[in-house]
């Protein structure tokens, strides 16, 4: 269970995880439980997962529920936000966190258009969905966080389609801080670097964890708590003032993540 956040000022608000059953979407879904918050949180296969998550989150004391489906589907992101409506009467906090990468190193001139194509849809197209039926559902003055990548702004070789769609993320989330300002509804990025998770475990074998650490001024890479607790300080009234922002969360690292 995540550390006890008081003092967020998210006591009973209303949030939405997308990945929420594993890796960095669990831990900001029990992160954003510790601090008062209910919590609704959405994967695309991993049931048992998402319920040891959900589990953790009652646990908590707080209000939860679990969605399945692939966001790539428009009918499926749509079903998502009518879910986080129908359980919650709307959001306070919505947290975009799902996506992929790809762990082989592949040139650009030698990518497929399959492979282009699946993570621009998984990591792109998907937050386009989402967003588009799930921010009516967000109330005025609340908040979106995207979790985005260090890669979108450093670039990654061999991995030219998962920092171009993370850098379409960012670019969406400062259109976005104006579009919604009105409404007072803030929108920023947190961009992680390497974090200890499942999807990325592949790149610290054969000699690649010492590679990355030797690049990371702190010395290790990120829990996936690491990373948890400033998504929820910008979700967090704390962050009342903060739109628009990247804040990235990378150990120092000068290489992209």
Known sequence: MATKSGG???????????????????????????????????????????NSTLNEVRAAGRRGWVHPGDLADPATAAALAARAQDEFGGL?????????????????????DEQWRRTLSANLDSVFYLLRAALPQVTDGGGVVLVTS?????????????????????????????????RGVRVNAVAPGWVDTEMVAPAFEDGGLEAILD????????????????VAFLASPLANHVTGEVLNVNGGAIRPG
């Open 8 to 50: 967020l000022g998210l006591e009973n608000r209303r949030a939405l995880v997308t990945g929420g059953s594993r890796g960095v979407g669990r831990a900001i879904s029990l992160h954003l439980a510790a601090a008062g918050a209910h919590v609704g949180i959405s994967y695309r296969s991993r049931e048992d997962e998402a």
């Open 92 to 112: 306070d906090v919505l947290v975009v966190n799902h996506g992929v990468w790809e762990p082989e190193d592949v040139p650009l001139a030698e990518m497929s």
């Open 150 to 182: 260090s890669a979108a702004q450093r670039g990654e070789a061999f991995h030219g389609d998962y920092a171009a769609s993370k850098g379409a993320l960012q670019s969406l989330v400062k259109s976005l801080a104006v579009e919604l300002a009105p």
């Open 215 to 230: 690049e990371i001024p702190l010395g290790r890479v990120a829990t996936p708590e690491d990373v948890a607790g400033p």
